[in-house]
């Protein structure tokens, strides 16, 4: 039986890296194998281009999102589609969703750009269930900052982490089907709850008691 794909969306100090923990482990204690992964990384190919990425600021827009492309097509092809054959569920935190919504629709790039580049990178590959942990830019950047993992996306200024937002809310308005939006503004435990409805009620898994 082959596993299944989640991937969490969202911006800045949403809590995905917080919840994408979490639901592996419920996965786990739910019987099934969980991998945790994210993006851009997940790899060893895919790590070298992260720190490429997101370590500094100053990249052409177009060559950024090729880099995240690059960094994406290693993930799928040495991470995820392996797991997923071999019945393995994968928690992703971002994948495909984020390029479109940082770099093509936040960003300069423009989403048919980033449609193509993600086809070539993806090649098929679409998540079952994808989570927007959806969270205001003013509580969220703040919150990133904190934890000390700082990227060049965070000194962005607040209209280009406002477009961010408003694309993902876009992106799951218009694929309602594979997408869910969580409020992310409340606690973990709040957050994985939602989570959790969703993964039962879209991919018809019971992965334990809501938190």
């Known amino acids: 039986m082959a596993g299944r794909l989640i991937t969490l969306e969202g911006g800045e100090g949403a809590g995905k890296t917080t919840l994408a923990r979490a639901l592996v482990q419920r996965l786990a ?3 099934l194998p969980a991998l945790r992964t994210r993006e851009p990384g997940g790899a060893p190919g895919a790590e070298a281009v992260r720190r490429l990425v997101l370590e500094r600021g100053g990249w052409d827009p177009m060559a950024e999102a090729m880099l995240m492309a690059a960094a994406r097509r290693e993930h799928v092809v040495h991470t995820v589609r392996p797991a997923l054959e071999a019945g393995i569920w994968v928690v992703s935190d971002r994948f495909a969703d984020s390029t479109m919504v940082y770099q093509g629709m936040a960003g300069d790039v423009g989403m048919d750009r ?8 993806l090649d098929g590959l679409r998540p079952d269930l994808t989570l927007v942990l959806d969270i205001a830019p003013a509580v969220g950047t703040p919150r990133a900052i904190r934890r000390g993992d700082s990227n060049h ?3 962005r200024d607040e209209a280009f982490h406002e477009r961010v937002r408003q694309g993902f809310r876009d992106i799951a308005a218009a694929e309602p089907a594979r997408c869910a939006v969580l409020d992310a503004g409340g606690t973990p435990q709040d957050v994985l709850r939602e989570a959790l409805t969703e993964i039962r009620n879209r991919l018809g898994l019971e992965v334990g008691p809501e938190a």
């Open 29 to 31: 204690l739910a019987g």
């Open 114 to 121: 980033c449609r193509t580049l993600a086809a070539l990178a």
């Open 153 to 155: 996306f965070e000194d």
